[in-house]
């Protein structure tokens, strides 16, 4: 694969929102209809709270706004809840006419930073507007082995399943490790499938997994089948070099081999992606396809988008 950017579409400071003050997360496009990607979009306050909004960019021009939300579409949870510190977007479904979205929950703590389980909010009205499922117990929740973190829910149905690929503490592990006077998140991603998209108890395999001391996480990622073949770009977490982006393939979905060089999207010389690239989404229009994306620091640095060389794919 060879991407070429296009360039940034937005971040905080493209508009004047008191509920979006810093990172722009995990951009999710959908074709609102032909000529309107609707990017889906976790905005976090100045406090780094999240909420999930939207923001409509050109179908054939993906760096030229159209509209955005003038508030949340999506709120965080109610004291207590385990979304109550953010809502972080994590994937679409559509079925029988409703548009799913699934995010991740943060919640505070005291002796490690946070735990992040996951939810799910559904419209019937093709995404302009979101009722959580989820309010006091997540679909994704803590089990065993998988107590820290279980989040980023990638989900696909085929032949009668809910197939989902999720980000949860690395096998043999509490989830956590000591990086300088920092505790970092240690997690892989994981598989698991269900006949019911809000039910989801087993405990998942271990799908893709770190090949190096200096890594700390593979996070959230994109996935497609192409020929037979799954295919994946998602998030690497270098303790040295914060957020790239790595490419694996699977034959059957649930154990994939890493081809991170074949990726063909790194971080740029300058400007607002030259630090880290992460949270990947692909999405096919008419005759081409794009990859939105996060910038540098987790996003403060705003969302941007590549444009697939068909023809050197």
Request: charge should be negative; include cysteine.
């Amino acid at each position: 694969m060879v991407w070429e950017k296009i360039g940034k579409i937005c971040d905080a400071d493209t508009f004047a929102l008191p509920w979006y003050r810093k990172n722009s997360m995990v951009p999710l496009p959908y074709l609102l209809n032909e000529d309107c990607i609707r990017i889906f979009l976790t905005m976090c306050d100045a406090d780094n709270v999240g909420r999930i909004g939207y923001v409509d960019v050109k179908a054939d021009n993906p760096t030229e706004i159209i509209d955005y939300s003038k508030e949340p579409l999506i709120e965080i949870g109610e004291n207590g809840r385990f979304d109550d510190n953010g809502v972080v977007t994590s994937s679409l479904l559509e079925e029988d006419g409703k548009l799913y979205l699934f995010y991740s929950g943060y919640q505070l703590c005291v002796k490690v930073p946070y735990l992040i389980f996951s939810g799910v909010a559904v419209s019937e009205d093709n995404g302009h507007s979101f009722e959580k499922f989820t309010k006091d117990v997540p679909i994704l929740d803590r089990i065993s082995g998988e107590s820290q973190v279980r989040s980023a829910p990638y989900v696909l149905k085929e032949d009668n399943k809910y197939k989902m690929w999720y980000t949860a503490d690395a096998a043999g592990t509490d989830g956590w490790i000591a990086a300088g006077e920092k505790l970092r998140p240690f997690y892989d991603l994981k598989y698991t499938e269900s006949d019911d998209i809000f039910n989801w108890k087993t405990r998942g395999m271990t799908s893709i997994t770190m090949e190096s001391e200096d890594e700390h996480g593979i996070g959230k990622g994109t996935i497609w089948k192409e020929n037979g073949t799954y295919k994946m770009i998602y998030s690497l977490r270098l303790l040295s070099k914060g957020y790239r982006l790595g490419y694996a393939e699977s034959s059957d979905g649930k154990t994939f081999k890493r081809m991170d060089e074949k990726v063909g999207i790194t971080v740029s010389e300058n400007g607002f992606d030259s630090e880290m690239i992460c949270f990947p989404e692909r999405i096919r229009v008419k005759d081409k396809t794009y990859l939105f994306y996060c910038g540098n620091h987790y996003g403060i640095g705003g969302i941007g988008c590549a444009i697939l060389n068909e023809v050197d794919r």
